[in-house]
Structure formats: structure tokens, C-alpha cells
Nanobody, 127 residues
Framework: QVQLVESGGGSVQAGGSLRLSCQASGCTSRSNSVGWFRQVPGEAREGVAAINTGYGYKKYADSVKGRFTLSEDNAKNTVYLQMNSLKPEDTAMYYC????????????????????WGQGTQVTVSS
């Protein structure tokens, strides 16, 4: 059974930073996929960043490239999303997702490819 626990959301002013955490457990594959997605009510969910953990391959949405950075702590079974230079348009509910297999690079940011989802953590950026 796979479980995901998200944390780290909050309210910051534009230009500030937050670090989101996703602690995942239950996958036994050598390479797993972990992604961060965000959603504003009434809008489609957007893939933000994702990683094939076994190989370290990372992919970022163009809208966050250069500002957001993925990292992982294997000892803690945790993936982090460091978010810098936050903008008001980054405001959304952020969800961690996981799948117990490697994904092709062009599928890493496709939400329909993920099986397991966390409960979400709210990020609010004010100007």
C-alpha cells in the first residue's frame, strides 16, 4: 500500500520562498516516479515538476523552470520541491503524486499517468 504525506505549504509575499515535502512509502521498485502538481479551483491540474527517483531524471514545467528545484532524501523517503522567487500566479493547491515505476520523460508531468496522490498543501503568494 502506497501512502503520500505532503507538507510545507503556507502564505508568502511575492519573491519569497517555500519548500514542500512529500514523504512516500510503499513502492518497492528500483525506480519510482514522484511528481508535483498544482490546481486552482475551476481550472485544470498542471504538472509542475517530477522525478524518476532511481535515475534522478527531473522535468520541470516551463512556468517554474529556474525558480523551482526538486531534490530527494532517500534515507527519509522524501522528495522536496524548493520554490523560490514565488509569484502570485503560483498560488494553488499543490499535490504530490507517485507511481511505482519509471516514466518516459514526456509522461512525467501528465497527471493521468500517476496512481497515488497526497491530500494537497495550499500555497498562497500575495503581491
Amino acid at each position: 500500500q502506497v501512502q503520500l504525506v505532503e507538507s510545507g505549504g503556507g502564505s508568502v509575499q511575492a519573491g519569497g520562498s517555500l519548500r514542500l515535502s512529500c514523504q512516500a512509502s510503499g513502492c518497492t521498485s528500483r525506480s519510482n516516479s514522484v511528481g508535483w502538481f498544482r490546481q486552482v479551483p475551476g481550472e485544470a491540474r498542471e504538472g509542475v515538476a517530477a522525478i524518476n527517483t532511481g535515475y534522478g531524471y527531473k522535468k520541470y514545467a516551463d512556468s517554474v523552470k529556474g525558480r523551482f528545484t526538486l531534490s530527494e532524501d532517500n534515507a527519509k523517503n522524501t522528495v522536496y520541491l524548493q520554490m523560490n522567487s514565488l509569484k502570485p500566479e503560483d498560488t494553488a493547491m499543490y499535490y504530490c503524486a507517485a507511481d511505482c515505476k519509471e516514466k518516459a520523460s514526456w509522461l512525467l508531468l501528465s497527471e493521468e499517468e500517476y496512481t497515488y496522490w497526497g491530500q494537497g498543501t495550499q500555497v498562497t503568494v500575495s503581491s
